[in-house]
């Protein structure tokens, strides 16, 4: 059973950073794109940055583009998302996600979430 476990949010201040962690497990995710999505309250849920596990191979929206990066660590099957010069729109519940189709969509299994607050 795959499980997703984010960590790492908190309260931060603007130009703050924050690095937000994604263990993974239960199977190899050598063929799957891992994503980092976000939610803030009355929004939908938005696609932030995605990694392609064997490749390396990134995407960013481009809200983050510049600020955020999304890495991976093989060998604890970890997924990471460092977030830089924080803006208080990135105020949001992340959630880390694993799937094998598009970049932006089709994921199929998700983390509970992890809370990000952008203090001004």
């Keep these: 059973q795959v499980q997703l476990v984010e960590s790492g949010g908190g309260l931060v201040q603007v130009g703050g950073s924050l ?3 994604c263990a993974a497990s239960g199977r190899t995710f050598s063929s799957y794109l891992m994503g980092w999505f976000r ?3 009355g929004k939908e849920r938005e696609f932030v940055a995605a990694i392609r596990w064997s490749l390396g191979s990134t995407y960013y929206a ?3 583009k510049g ?3 999304i890495s991976r660590d093989n060998a604890k099957n970890t997924l990471y998302l460092q977030m830089n010069n924080l803006e208080p729109e ?3 519940v992340y959630y880390c996600a694993a799937g094998r189709r598009g970049v932006r969509e089709g994921y199929e299994h998700w983390g509970q979430g992890t809370q990000v607050t952008v203090s001004s």
């Design 39 to 41: 939610q803030s309250p």
């Design 62 to 64: 481009d809200s983050v």
């Design 90 to 92: 990135d105020t949001a």
């Design 19 to 21: 690095r937000l962690s």
């Design 67 to 69: 600020r955020f990066i």
